[in-house]
């Protein structure tokens, strides 16, 4: 099956400080990549999709300059936390859609544990 | 037995019981389904879809049963074995999003006791 791979898979930071996220396909080209957050013992709630070469769409709640995503190529999408604090402490998990477009042709990284202290 | 924890229901059986797992959702327009297991610290895994024409579809050892009538869904996991123990959760998807996006359920903990 396909793969996609995230880096690092964790992170500590202190507040106010940046970070970012990779995530990568690693054996075919994504067009539309899309970004989740998962706190503890809840489930996965999208942030934003993203499209490569063009803009993120960011689902409602979710600050676009706080969140930065950036798709530049087929295999790569970057989500950047600004200005990080505290509650902004999640696991981050990324997905990868397959260029069939066919839903269930949707693939998941492994997650990026993000603390922030 | 099933339990409500403080955000995750919990479902705990014996290995080789069946399991079910159940899971309702609220958009009448979503028409296709998908369940997908989580491991701890890792990524969803896809196990098996739906699409609403359809109630029923099996797996190896799996199988999904959709009632539209009542909004629900349910996985059914034969044979339970310590390696299914995860977090279990259903998605749906509409037609009238484009499939865009995926919509999460709550997620279901399962544990198997050797």
């Known amino acids: 099956g396909a793969v996609v791979s995230q880096h690092p898979s964790w992170v500590i930071c202190k507040s106010g400080t940046s970070v970012k996220i990779e995530c990568r396909s690693l054996?075919?080209?994504?067009?539309?990549m899309f970004w989740y957050r998962q706190f503890p013992k809840q489930s996965l709630m999208l942030m934003a999709t993203?499209?490569?070469?063009?803009?993120?769409?960011?689902e409602q709640g979710v600050e676009k300059d706080k969140f930065l995503i950036n798709h530049a190529s087929l295999t790569l999408s970057t989500l950047t936390v600004t200005s990080a604090h505290p509650e902004d402490s999640s696991f981050y998990i990324c997905?990868?859609?397959?260029?069939?477009?066919?839903?269930?042709?949707?693939?998941f990284g492994p997650g990026t544990r993000l603390t922030v202290t | 037995g099933e339990s409500v924890g403080l955000h995750l229901p919990t479902l705990s059986v014996q290995e080789g019981d069946n399991s079910i797992i159940n899971c309702a959702y609220s958009?009448?327009?979503?028409?296709?389904f998908i369940w997908y297991k989580q491991e701890s610290g890792k990524g969803p895994q896809f196990i098996i879809d739906?699409?609403?024409?359809?109630d029923k579809r099996q797996g190896q050892r799996v199988t999904v049963l959709l009632n539209k009538t009542v909004k629900h869904l349910s996985l059914q996991i034969a044979a339970t074995q310590p390696g299914d123990s995860a977090v279990y959760f259903c998605a749906e998807i509409s037609s009238l999003s484009g499939y865009s996006t995926l919509t999460f359920g709550k997620g279901t903990m399962l544990l198997v006791s050797p």
């Open positions: 054996d075919f080209q994504a067009t539309t």
């Open positions: 997905s990868a859609r397959f260029p069939s477009g066919i839903v269930n042709e949707q693939y």
């Open positions: 739906i699409r609403s024409n359809m």
């Open positions: 993203s499209n490569e070469g063009s803009k993120a769409t960011y």
């Open positions: 958009n009448s327009a979503s028409d296709y």
